[in-house]
């Protein structure tokens, strides 16, 4: 039985089969969006629905299965376990102020395309490797937006109170700034001077305008050199370094399995070599008696 249910998991046409499925889950959570398919045709999409929970749960059931007599393997795969516990969510009755909340929970059939596909799951598994690494990047980071924060909020204030009024909004601008997106307008704000530069749209804004020729590019470059083009690509640097573990990983979960076998295949192989040993030993038997015959035969002849 486990070979027939592991058979099915590898199929081609069962893979398929479950892909099918998740694409019509995520075909109906969009189609459930718009009003006039919930009122015309809300009995079609309980009962596809219904299909897809069925397809899921036979998975399961298979997968399960094909581990024979060590069912329990199957949740040693955080995929196995994420995909088991989607099943139960969906599985689970929800009624009255809950319903809304069942409804949301279907939006993780959704999420099972991650495990149907390596590739994504490479991906997913990257980033949940290099949350570590990138947890010490994160506050390298915010130690840099927090210095240069509290400067330009200090050189700043006066003549741009709308981006370094205070730490809040300094610390909101360069985070603008480290996406370069804008952020000449903010620099040449500082350049030229409020009055100038950057504050057309509230002069009244502009309270006490200043200029600073010098230490504004100086400020503004040095941040974005640090910041965008350091830091960045350390967390790129971060994302290959955990990708190529996520790889090794993966071919190495996958070669464990290729290698493994079941308690019933193993015991048919045992078998199946004590029967060619006694073949063996039989017909060694055999020549042993031909052997003491021949010997006979020439000792009566002399």
């Avoid at 015309?40 to 094909?66: M, R, S």
């Avoid at 969906?90 to 993780?108: I, K, T, Y």
Wanted: proline share 4%.
């Amino acid at each position: 039985m486990d070979r027939i249910c592991a058979r099915i998991a590898r199929s081609l046409r069962f893979q398929r089969l479950v892909l099918g499925a998740i694409v019509l889950a995520i075909a109906i959570a969009g189609l459930e969006t718009d009003p006039w398919v919930m009122t015309h045709g809300k009995v079609v999409t309980q009962v596809v629905d219904k299909i897809i929970l069925l397809v899921f749960a036979v998975e399961a059931a298979v997968k399960i299965l094909a581990e024979g007599r060590s069912p329990w393997r199957y949740f040693k795969d955080p995929w196995n376990s994420f995909d088991f516990l989607i099943l139960i969510s969906l599985l689970l009755p929800f009624w009255g102020s809950f319903f809304a909340l069942f409804r949301v929970g279907r939006l993780l059939r959704i999420l099972r395309v991650v495990t149907t596909f390596p590739r994504l799951r490479l991906l997913i598994s990257t980033l949940l490797q290099s949350l570590p690494s990138m947890g010490y990047l994160l506050l390298l980071l915010g130690l840099l937006f927090y210095v240069y924060g509290i400067a330009g909020t200090f050189l700043f204030r006066v003549n741009d109170p709308v981006n370094f009024g205070s730490l809040g909004p300094a610390i909101l601008s360069l985070f603008t700034v480290v996406t370069l997106e804008g952020w000449t307008t903010i620099m040449y704000t500082q350049i030229y001077g409020c009055d100038r530069y950057g504050y057309d749209s509230f002069p009244e804004l502009c309270i006490a305008p200043d200029q600073f020729p010098v230490i504004a590019p100086i400020f503004f470059i040095s941040f974005v050199l640090i910041g965008a083009l350091v830091i960045l690509n350390l967390f790129v640097g971060v994302i290959i370094s955990s990708m190529m573990t996520s790889i090794d990983e993966m071919e190495g979960t996958n070669a464990d399995t290729d290698n493994r076998v079941s308690p019933n295949q193993q015991a048919t192989h045992e078998l199946s070599l004590q029967r060619q040993i006694r073949t063996v030993e039989a017909q060694l038997t055999a020549i042993q008696t031909q052997l003491q015959d021949l010997t006979q035969s020439v000792q009566n002849k002399r």
